[in-house]
């Protein structure tokens, strides 16, 4: 038996899309609204005993022999779907397509970040993008050089938990005072030692092994705020995949980010000593992870007989990508390489992320 879900204009028959600044189905023939009740509660998955070196996940292990064929209700048509896809557009009707049977059970994700913008604001974004870059081409960006550009449900897991332990640092005070004719500089030397406990919430990493991970890392922050319960209908008019890197996959990208965080926090508190040197000690992470679908444009600027590839948060409308500079010269992910914007992205993490210490 097979699992599709159409979303059907019921007015007139159409395809229905899911409009990111309306937030309703919209029918683009007879224009006719849907509304999609909002479901704001979103819950998180506990993995207990959450073990780093399991690098498997039984609901990622599920791989067709060959590519599932889908018939479309509407024209009887057969749609060939990739594994991993969750929707498709049917080619010779049009009708959108959700394949339900890859949203049941454990593949069915916890909640959905619906699009914000719509698609016919992205040439303004990566204007405001490429503006005041002065080393880069004039003509890097129009029209004419603007390829393709898919809208994108990108699966993520979002990673919570704790992070605990003891660090033991060595560190010094350095004192100068006069004594007669000499000028004395004293040194007390001293062992430190800091108990951590952190909590992180929705830390995001992509579980998708096709998008490359520093672009999509580039386009944090997304706002929780507007994360709703899944619904297929958001999906509409999208394309959306599933996760192919299962949440004990990918847990080392989450594990090393947290601790990390909480070590520089730690060390943070050691103002009052100088020369600070980290002596021993370990800290712990205990992970709750769920499984989330978050809005991305991918598309890619063609010059000089290159492709660039770009994306922006279909939430935020933050654009992100490879910049050519000169003669044989990129800058690879351009806002993470920036040292300003490296230090305000920190800055931004903890403020985000980190809930007490």
Not at 23 to 35: E, H, K, P, T
Not at 123 to 133: E, Q, S, T
Not at 236 to 261: C, E, L, N, P, W
Not at 296 to 316: C, D, H, P, R
Request: charged share 25%; hydrophobic share 40%; aromatic share 12%.
């Amino acid at each position: 038996m097979e699992h599709i879900m159409e979303q059907k204009c019921p007015s007139c028959g159409a395809p229905l899309r899911f409009d990111p600044e309306q937030g309703v189905l919209l029918c683009d023939s007879c224009g006719n609204r849907q509304a999609i009740p909002a479901e704001l509660q979103i819950g998180d998955v506990q993995l207990d005993g959450f073990d780093f070196n399991v690098l498997t996940d039984h609901a990622a292990d599920e791989h067709a022999d060959a590519l599932p064929v889908y018939h479309c209700v509407s024209c009887g048509a057969e749609v060939i779907v990739p594994e991993a896809r969750i929707t498709t557009t049917c080619p010779y009707c049009g009708n959108n397509i959700v394949l339900t049977d890859k949203v049941t059970g454990k593949l069915r994700p916890d909640g959905v970040i619906p699009f914000g913008i719509d698609q016919k604001h992205l040439p303004d974004a990566v204007n405001d993008f490429y503006r005041g870059k002065a080393l880069l081409p004039r003509d890097f960006f129009t029209e004419h050089t603007l390829g393709k550009v898919t809208g994108v449900y990108v699966p993520f897991w979002m990673f919570g938990g704790k992070v605990s332990g003891t660090l033991r640092f060595r560190g010094e005070t350095v004192s100068m005072f006069r004594q007669g004719d000499y000028e004395i500089t004293q040194t007390h030397h001293y062992q430190l030692m800091r108990d951590a406990d952190v909590t992180f919430r929705d830390v995001p990493v992509d579980a998708s092994g096709r998008i490359p991970d520093k672009l999509m890392d580039s386009l944090e922050p997304f706002d929780m705020a507007d994360a709703k319960a899944f619904d297929t209908r958001y999906l509409a008019g999208f394309t959306a995949d599933r996760f192919d890197q299962a949440k004990y996959d990918v847990s080392d990208r989450a594990k090393r980010r947290m601790i990390a965080s909480a070590e520089d926090a730690v060390e943070a508190t050691l103002y009052d000593y100088a020369g600070i040197r980290r002596a021993g000690g370990e800290l712990r992470a205990m992970l709750t992870a769920r499984y989330l679908l978050l809005p991305v444009y991918l598309f890619s600027i063609e010059y000089g007989g290159k492709s660039y590839e770009f994306a922006m948060n279909g939430q935020t409308g933050k654009v992100v990508g490879e910049l050519p500079v000169g003669k044989g010269v990129s800058w690879q992910y351009f806002l993470l390489r920036a040292g300003v914007v490296a230090a305000a992205f920190i800055a931004a993490f903890f403020t985000k992320y980190m809930l007490g210490a």
